[in-house]
């Protein structure tokens, strides 16, 4: 029996997958926004007024644009910063989170004055936190750092021991 169902799985995989895939097809593009610089990551917020937002990580920065009106996306603001082709973004009450692979460790944008304005802070912990590959928040507005180098791990290798 095992046998048989190991033998019928690549199918019934295929039938899946299939059956996925056209499903997919089938929905209508409402609206899109063009990046020349290529994307990273995607995440959405929504403000106390219901309205809607794309935070998307860009190569080159971090877009935010208005969705509420899925047909017309209109890019609000872009906070930029170093080239990298890794950036991640999640959030918290009306707080965005923005970490990459590249030195500047987390930045902050205080999304509560959306739609007019934005503030961004940068958090590096004295210099300790740097890159950084990926971030949770959890349900209790604990932020998790994953795969960060801070200054411990630049110590030359000679010092290690």
């Known amino acids: 029996m095992k046998t048989l169902f190991w033998a019928l799985s690549p199918f019934l995989f295929a039938c899946f997958a299939s059956i996925t895939l056209q499903a997919q097809n089938e929905m209508p ?21 219901g309205r809607e937002y794309a935070l998307v990580g860009v190569k080159s920065g971090t877009s935010i644009v208005d969705i509420s009106d899925p047909a017309n996306p209109n890019e ?7 080239f990298n082709i890794w950036r991640e973004i999640k959030t918290w009450q009306s707080y965005a989170y923005v970490v990459d692979e590249v030195d500047g460790g987390v930045t902050i944008i205080d999304l509560s004055q959306l739609p ?3 503030d961004t802070f ?18 209790n507005g ?11 791990l630049d110590i030359p290798v000679a010092e290690r021991g």
Request: hydrophobic share 40%; net charge negative; proline share 3%.
């Open 29 to 49: 593009l409402l609206g899109s926004k063009f990046y020349p610089d290529g994307l990273s990551s995607l995440w959405g917020y929504t403000d106390s007024e």
């Open 76 to 82: 609000l603001f872009f906070v930029p910063d170093d």
């Open 116 to 118: 007019t304005a934005i």
């Open 122 to 139: 940068q958090f590096t912990a004295q210099g300790r936190v740097k890159r950084v590959h990926s971030l949770w928040i959890d349900e």
């Open 142 to 152: 604990f932020l998790y750092l994953n795969g960060f180098n801070n200054m411990a």
